[in-house]
Every structure is written in structure tokens, then in C-alpha cells.
């Protein structure tokens, strides 16, 4: 099959492509980037010299694609560019008779709440995930802090605490004073401090399962590169007794190849590169600790995207991915 990377030149754009050029079921990829347009891929993503051939295109030509089986297309662009786009493009692909074809993978949070995109968050959505055409890929912060608290949907617990660190490629290749690295690194700060924009697509998975909690969430800017490592605190109620929530994740992740289990306190070095999430619980008393890690490029972001096409086209869903990341980084 052929892919497409919307937005092919930004952090996302380039994990999508190492992880696509290894995948067995990827025969050709093609990328646009605005400002990259003409030159070699490897100019942006120097990593995949000797691998990736061709260089960004300023936009695609969907006519060339029109007697293709299947199409993967993969939308990288930031938060609220991809919408109004969207829309021309499936008139475009409507007129070429293409839109059943496509498999839309939209990395941005544009559709991830209130749509008719299916939402992305493998483990947990795997059976909406099979057979749709138009995936929502969750954000990093909130693959990790679903992860983290779906499991306690049952006991409907009122009020989660959670404070999560982040790496900086969590905010795009263009620097801002709060990401740019000579002010980042070497410090430590909270922001957007109750009031994360993720929290709307988690409310939106706890309320489907008639689950409505407050949660009171600090994320935190880290001077890593790659990775969040989110802590979630909650005591036990009426219904959830502390000493059984370990089992309960246990269960929960039995079967799951992605999310793995973890004695002690999970590690961000761990997952970098991978599409691991590691998960482990402890408790005290009455309370609970739930800590997650995971990369934000990867089961954050792409490789979780390919995860989703995998399941999305009925292959097993570690397809390609059945890949550990550098230890030592
Ligand atoms: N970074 C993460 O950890 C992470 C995790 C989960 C989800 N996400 C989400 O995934 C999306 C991509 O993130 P990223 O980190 O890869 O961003 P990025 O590094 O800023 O890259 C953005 C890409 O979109 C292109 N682009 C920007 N505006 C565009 C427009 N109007 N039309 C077409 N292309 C446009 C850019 O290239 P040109 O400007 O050259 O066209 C670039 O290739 C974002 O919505 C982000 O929030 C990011």
C-alpha cells in the first residue's frame, strides 16, 4: 500500500516515516511540507539518509492515486489547520471516486471530540478501531493519562489528581520562548495548570462510559527531549477498595502487547523510540498511585497512528512495530 504524510516535515512527520519505511505492508511514501518543498527528505530528517527516498512535495496529486486499492493518508499539520482543509479534500476525493479507499489518520486534534471519526486510542477503542476509514489519534498527555485512569471507569472514583511531565518535541519543531531548548533546559515549570486542552477528549472517554470525575491536572514542562511520565493520585471510596487496583490494571492489560506491566516505578527511557506504554500501580492505606510513561512521539503520537492503521486494516496490530527503542539513550 501507498501512505501519505500530511505535514511531513514536523517531529510527527518524521517518526511516521522511520516507522512506515520498516513497515512490511508500506510499499511508497510521499510527504508535503510547505517550506520544505523540493528538497530531500533527509535534509529535514537527517536520521533517514540512505533510507528515505524523494523530497517533500508542496501538495499531493490525488489523481495519480486513483487506481489504488487502498490509500493511507496520515494528517500531521497543527491543531486546527487540518480542519477546513479536510473538508475540500473529501470533495476532492469524493469527485475521484477515492474516499471509501482512504484511510484517514488525523494526528491533530481537530476531530478528536464531538465527530464522526473513530478515536484512536488503541487499546481501549480497538473494536470501533477495526474496519473505520477515519481515525482520530489521541494526544500524548492524554494517551498516557487514559491509560492511566480508564481502568478505574468501574468505580467512578469523584476526584483524580494528576501532575505529568513532558519533553519538549511534545510542542512541534518551531521553537517558542517556552520550548526553545537554551530556556527550557535546566528547568522545571508547571503550565496550562488545570486547564490542559486534553482534558476534553479524556472527559469525553470517561462520560462514555458514564463516568463524569474531576480532574485536576498539572502538566508539567521537562527538560528531556521525548517522553511524559504521568503520576495520578485518588484514595479509595465505597465502591473501589486500594488493595485491589493493582489487580485491576493487571487484568485490565493482561492481553494487551503495547502497554506492559511494570515492577516499580515505570521509566521514560524505557519507551523512548518504542510503542510501549509502561503502567504500574502501588498503594498505601487508602491510597492509590497509578504511574504511566510513555514516548509522545510514540505511542503518543505515530507509532500509536500506525498501531491504529494496523488495526484499522486487520493486521495484527504490533505489525512493523514489534520494536524496542535505544537503552541507553
Ligand atoms: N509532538 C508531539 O509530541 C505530538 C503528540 C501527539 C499529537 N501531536 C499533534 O500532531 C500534530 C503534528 O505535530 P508535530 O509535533 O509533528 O508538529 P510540527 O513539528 O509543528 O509539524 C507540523 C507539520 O505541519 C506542516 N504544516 C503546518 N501548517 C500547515 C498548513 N496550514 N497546511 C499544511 N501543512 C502545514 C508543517 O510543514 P510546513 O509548515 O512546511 O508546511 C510541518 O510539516 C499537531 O496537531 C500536534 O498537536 C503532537
Same mark, same amino acid.
Given at each position: ?9 514536523g517531529y510527527g ?17 510521499e ?6 518543498a523540493g ?28 487506481h ?10 497543527p491543531h486546527?489547520?487540518? #480542519? ?8 476532492e ?9 482512504i484511510?484517514l ?6 476531530f478528536?471530540?464531538d ?36 481502568p ?8 483524580i ?12 519543531y518551531s521553537?517558542?520562548s ?13 503550565y #496550562?495548570?488545570?486547564s490542559h486542552?486534553?482534558?476534553a477528549?479524556?472527559l ?10 474531576i ?18 493520585q ?6 473501589? #477498595?486500594?488493595s ?5 490494571f493487571k ?8 502497554v ?29 498511585l ?8 510514540? #505511542? ?8 491504529n492503521?494496523n ?7 504490533w ?11
Amino acid at each position: 500500500m501507498k501512505a501519505i504524510i500530511l505535514g511531513a516535515s514536523g517531529y510527527g512527520g518524521g517518526e511516521l516515516f522511520r516507522w512506515l519505511l520498516q513497515h512490511p505492508k508500506i510499499e511508497s511514501i510521499e510527504g508535503t511540507s510547505r517550506s520544505n518543498a523540493g528538497k530531500t527528505i533527509s535534509s529535514v530528517h537527517p536520521n533517514l539518509l540512505g533510507i528515505a527516498e524523494g523530497d517533500f512535495l508542496e501538495s499531493i496529486d490525488w489523481t495519480k492515486y486513483v487506481h489504488e486499492e487502498k490509500l493511507i493518508v496520515f494528517a500531521c499539520m497543527p491543531h486546527g489547520e487540518f #480542519k477546513d482543509q479536510y473538508y475540500l479534500l473529501e470533495n476532492e476525493w469524493g469527485k475521484l471516486g477515492l474516499s471509501e479507499r482512504i484511510l484517514l489518520i488525523d494526528l491533530s486534534d481537530d476531530f478528536r471530540v464531538d465527530s464522526h471519526f473513530v478515536y484512536g486510542l488503541s487499546e481501549i477503542n480497538k473494536d470501533q478501531i477495526k474496519g473505520s476509514r477515519r481515525i482520530s489519534n489521541p494526544g500524548c498527555f492524554a494517551t498516557a493519562l487514559q491509560l492511566g485512569i480508564l481502568p478505574l471507569a468501574p468505580y467512578r472514583p469523584e476526584h483524580i489528581f494528576i501532575s505529568a511531565i513532558t519533553g519538549s518535541s511534545g510542542s512541534g519543531y518551531s521553537a517558542s520562548s517556552t520550548t526553545h531548548h537554551p530556556t527550557r533546559s535546566n528547568d522545571f515549570r508547571a503550565y #496550562k495548570m488545570l486547564s490542559h486542552q486534553h482534558e476534553a477528549e479524556i472527559l469525553n472517554s470517561c462520560s462514555q462510559k458514564d463516568w463524569n470525575p474531576i480532574l485536576s491536572f498539572v502538566p508539567q514542562s521537562s527538560s528531556l527531549v521525548r517522553g511524559i511520565f504521568a503520576t495520578i493520585q485518588l484514595t479509595q471510596n465505597e465502591s473501589m #477498595k486500594a488493595s485491589d487496583i493493582p489487580m485491576v490494571f493487571k487484568d485490565f492489560y493482561r492481553n494487551t502487547f503495547f502497554v506492559r506491566w511494570v515492577n516499580g516505578t515505570p521509566r521514560v527511557l524505557s519507551t523512548v523510540g518504542s510503542n510501549f506504554a509502561d503502567v504500574h500501580v502501588m498503594v498505601q492505606n487508602d491510597k492509590v498511585l497509578v504511574m504511566v510513561a510513555l514516548d509522545n512521539l510514540g #505511542k503518543g503520537m505515530a507509532s500509536q497512528a500506525i498501531q491504529n492503521m494496523n488495526l484499522a486494516l486487520g493486521f495484527p496490530e504490533w505489525t512493523g512495530l514489534r520494536q524496542a527503542g535505544p537503552y541507553p539513550l
